[in-house]
Every structure is written in structure tokens, then in C-alpha cells.
């Protein structure tokens, strides 16, 4: 998978938004986005989409944001909108509302690259 293309994006969108390669070892993120979190750590990642800003967490915070998010069940959170959980599970890309004692998810792409790309363009 090439995320060149969304990391570009992401960069012109603000200049502040860094990515670095990240050569440690890591467990708790899914096979399917590993190579993302290798190559493109997000460290200070935050973009605006549709007028709201979407917080990408880096591989050192992955951790404590799942514990934050434990009650929502999912597989892996690794970003944030106005506090509502972003996360991979099963393949696609969910969200919902944080702090309901019951929260529905809701899909909003079918893949992690495809999430990527709605941010930016």
C-alpha cells in the first residue's frame, strides 16, 4: 500500500503535520495498517476535514488510546474527531460517540486507505 499520496496531502494541508519512519517494535497495531505506522508515523498529525479537525495519534500514544476507548470495543482507535473515537476494525473504518454507554458504530470507509484519502481531498 502507498500512502505517498495522502502523506503529501497531509503536509501541504498544514506544514505543521509530521510524519517520521518509526524502527521500533510494536504489537498492538493490526497487520493490515503496520507498514502505515512504520514508514509514516503520524507524530503530530492533525487535519481538517470537512471544517472539523481529525487528530492522527502516533505508534507512543497508540497504547493509552486504546485503554481510553476500551468500552467502545473495537479493534484498533488510532485518531480522533471532537473526542469521538476513529478506529480499524475488520477491514474498514468506524466511528462513534464518545462517552454513550452504548455506542453504535457507525462505518465511515471500507478500508484505512480509503479513510486517509476522504481527509484530504
Known amino acids: 500500500m502507498d500512502y505517498t499520496a495522502f502523506v503529501a496531502k497531509a503536509t501541504a494541508q498544514d506544514k ?15 497487520d493490515e495498517i503496520k507498514l502505515f505506522y512504520i514508514i509514516y508515523n503520524p507524530v503530530d498529525v492533525e487535519l481538517n476535514s470537512n471544517g472539523v479537525g481529525v487528530r492522527l495519534y502516533p505508534v507512543g500514544n497508540l497504547h493509552e488510546l486504546q485503554k481510553e476507548y476500551n468500552y467502545i470495543k473495537a479493534q484498533f482507535v488510532f485518531a480522533t474527531c471532537n473526542g469521538d473515537p476513529i478506529f480499524f476494525n475488520n477491514g474498514c473504518v468506524y466511528t462513534c460517540a464518545h462517552g454513550v454507554h452504548e455506542p453504535q458504530h457507525e462505518k465511515i470507509a471500507d478500508s484505512f486507505i480509503e479513510y486517509l484519502t476522504s481527509l484530504v481531498d
Open 16 to 30: 505543521r503535520n509530521k510524519f517520521e519512519l518509526y524502527d521500533n517494535s510494536f504489537n498492538i497495531i493490526p
